[in-house]
């Protein structure tokens, strides 16, 4: 589970651009994170078996998985590191998850915030697993794992054997909100906080920018519309 | 040297394999090999030559695309190749980041332009849902490129093309493909160049000839907003934004859309925006490059004669 810039957040960076500015900035839970946190548990709830969430973080993190636990996972991990990057993520991730003989791992398509989109692949490989991204549903019967996922053009059905790693996708299922009950279970359960493995680095981050603005639209007369394919064909040349 | 993934659509190598070869025929100092798996149509290879492909390997011997396999397959042809680039498709997203662990690289998705290589190799990637973009330095000696589509100019720089064999014994799938449905004849949304898409300002289903007709004149595909999906106007398949689709054509056309944030969350990234909106207070007019206030009912059948005027 990552923790993101709520979806609403004005996107600044600060240090001469090389940082991200977090000044008054809301930290959630990735919203395909919920997806697959919600789906995890209703798929425990038919199945037996219990959730763990594992999230690689700083202490910051703390209040945001004390959530996924509102939400109704069993138990949380969190590896005390910052998350430089999704394959040093994966790579912590591999490490617990070969030690903690999971039968499934759900993760979100991408982060919301540094959009890579790699986390479930990378997993993949480090566990030599099947990985099966974009999932729009994801299934357990019969000692099997069943998914829908996106593909380009369209959609498929897959099965896979256990154990196996798996992305949510829009779709999957309606997320659920914390109730009462569940923020009061949540503080009582257990968040183990453990040290991170060293890594060699993979990439750093250097600079941000922000996306050139928009010049303000250009406007046409409703009478005389040709006029705009005309310009989509000579000044835009995307027709 | 550098090598590419060639995504094989039923035989056809699409853009993005295309724009792939591009970004690393001007990245390489040399050669670019390119990997296929299955046997592209005649006259294919010649598009990767045209775009600085000399050497094409055609992997046979797997069947169903299954991640794990594919990438394996992938990477055991990768000798002597340092950088690989591969287009942020859904095919290339799941095959990327495994590629990456097994080459031991740096892997670098969403990546919008060519790297600046005078220190280091930085590459440049959308970041923040496209509010925003990060410069990263790949470190390792070995790099993984995911290029999003539709992001570089392609840029020709023909070559001869050898092609080679390479057979493998597939091992057993830990997956398999149960069923698919792919929309077949139409172009894809995700794909498309050209995307015309209407809301509920259009009144009701029986009007989307005309958005309809305008998509197939200018050769492009329909979209919608979602209240137009959730009436079941349209199918749920063409509903863009934050709960659908998110695309990024080179050309949005929005009829009566009156451009919702949740709506812009998956079009802002198209790179000409239209819209055309009765109400000039629309906030989508805020998001577009052109635009024309007016009823679309009267709009629509001018911009279908004007399109395809221009196309002749
Ligand atoms: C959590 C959440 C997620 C959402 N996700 C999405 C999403 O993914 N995608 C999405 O689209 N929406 C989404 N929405 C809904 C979004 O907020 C808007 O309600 C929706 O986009 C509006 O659709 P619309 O523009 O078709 O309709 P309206 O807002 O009703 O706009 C219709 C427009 O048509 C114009 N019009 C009317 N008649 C004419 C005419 N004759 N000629 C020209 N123009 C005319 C009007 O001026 C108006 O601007 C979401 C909302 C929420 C709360
Ligand atoms: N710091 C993190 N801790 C735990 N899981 C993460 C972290 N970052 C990413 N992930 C998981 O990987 C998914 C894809 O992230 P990414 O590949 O970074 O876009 C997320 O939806 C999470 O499920």
């Given at each position: 589970m990552s923790v993101v810039p709520d979806t609403t957040t004005k996107i600044t960076f600060t240090d001469n651009n090389t940082k991200f500015n977090t000044a008054g900035v809301q930290f959630i839970i990735n919203p395909y994170?919920?997806?697959?946190?919600?789906?995890?548990?209703?798929?425990?709830?038919?199945?037996?078996?219990?959730?763990?969430?594992?999230?690689?973080?700083?202490?910051?993190?703390?209040?945001?998985?004390?959530?996924?636990?509102?939400?109704?996972?069993?138990?949380?991990?969190?590896?005390?590191?910052?998350?430089?990057?999704?394959?040093?993520?994966?790579?912590?991730?591999a490490h617990i998850i070969k030690e903690g003989g999971y039968d499934m791992v759900l993760t979100g398509r991408e982060s919301i915030d540094y959009n890579g989109g790699q986390v479930c692949g990378l997993l993949g490989a480090l566990l030599n697993w099947p990985s099966i991204n974009v999932c729009t549903k994801i299934d357990v019967a019969d000692g099997k794992a069943h998914f829908e996922r996106d593909i380009d053009g369209g959609r498929e059905s897959?099965?896979?054997?256990?154990?196996?790693?798996?992305?949510?996708?829009?779709?999957?299922?309606?997320?659920?909100?914390?109730?009462?009950?569940g923020i009061m279970a949540a503080r009582t359960k257990p968040l183990n906080v453990i040290a991170p493995i060293s890594v060699d680095a993979f990439g750093q981050y250097s600079a941000f920018e922000n996306p050139v603005p928009k010049q303000a639209v250009k406007l046409f007369d409703a009478q005389n519309a040709a006029q705009l394919i005309e310009a989509l064909k000579n000044e835009a040349k995307v027709i | 040297?550098?090598?590419?993934?060639?995504?094989?659509?039923?035989?056809?190598?699409?853009k993005s394999v295309l724009e792939a070869a591009s970004y690393a025929s001007q990245i390489s100092k040399g050669s670019v090999t390119a990997i296929c798996i299955g046997q592209p149509s005649e006259g294919e290879a010649d598009k990767l030559a045209k775009y600085g492909v000399n050497k094409l390997i055609v992997v046979e011997g797997l069947h169903a695309f299954d991640a794990q396999n594919y990438s394996n397959a992938v990477t055991a042809n990768l000798t002597d190749i340092h950088t690989f680039v591969i287009a942020n498709t859904y095919e290339g997203k799941s095959l990327g980041p495994r590629i990456a662990v097994l080459m031991a690289a740096s892997l670098a998705t969403n990546v919008v332009d060519l790297p600046n290589t005078i220190d280091g190799f930085t590459v440049k990637r959308g970041v923040f849902s496209g509010k925003g973009f990060a410069y990263v330095n790949l470190s390792r000696e070995n790099k993984v490129i995911a290029l999003t589509p539709n992001s570089i100019e392609l840029k020709?720089?023909?070559?001869?093309?050898?092609?080679?064999?390479?057979v493998v014994n597939e091992s057993?799938?830990?997956?398999?493909?149960?069923?698919?449905n792919k929309a077949t004849g139409k172009i894809p949304l995700t794909e498309a160049e050209i995307v015309v898409s209407a809301g509920r300002g259009m009144k009701g289903p029986e009007n989307w000839g005309m958005v309809e007709e305008l998509a197939s004149v200018l050769g492009g595909a329909t979209a919608c907003s979602k209240p137009v999906a959730d009436m079941d106007w349209r199918p749920h398949g063409e509903h863009v934004g934050q709960t659908g689709i998110t695309i990024k054509p080179n050309l949005y056309i929005a009829i009566g859309i009156s451009?919702?944030?949740?709506?812009?969350?998956?079009?802002?990234?198209?790179?000409?925006?239209?819209?055309?909106?009765?109400?000039?207070?629309?906030?989508?007019?805020?998001?577009?490059?052109?635009?024309?206030?007016?009823?679309?009912?009267?709009?629509?059948?001018q911009l279908i004669a004007a399109a395809k005027a221009a196309k002749n």
């Open positions: 994170d919920e997806l697959s946190l919600t789906r995890a548990l209703e798929i425990t709830e038919k199945n037996g078996g219990t959730v763990t969430i594992a999230t690689v973080g700083l202490a910051e993190a703390d209040a945001v998985v004390r959530k996924g636990l509102a939400i109704g996972a069993t138990d949380a991990i969190r590896i005390n590191a910052e998350p430089v990057d999704g394959q040093f993520v994966a790579e912590q991730l897959i099965t896979a054997s256990l154990p196996v790693v798996a992305s949510a996708q829009k779709d999957l299922c309606e997320p659920r909100i914390p109730n009462m009950k | 040297m550098t090598g590419i993934y060639a995504e094989n659509s039923e035989g056809i190598f699409k020709e720089n023909p070559v001869t093309i050898s092609i080679e064999k390479s057993e799938n830990l997956t398999q493909i149960t069923g698919s451009g919702a944030i949740q709506h812009l969350a998956g079009v802002s990234s198209s790179k000409v925006i239209v819209v055309i909106n009765k109400d000039p207070e629309a906030p989508f007019f805020k998001a577009a490059d052109y635009g024309i206030v007016g009823d679309a009912f009267e709009i629509l059948p």
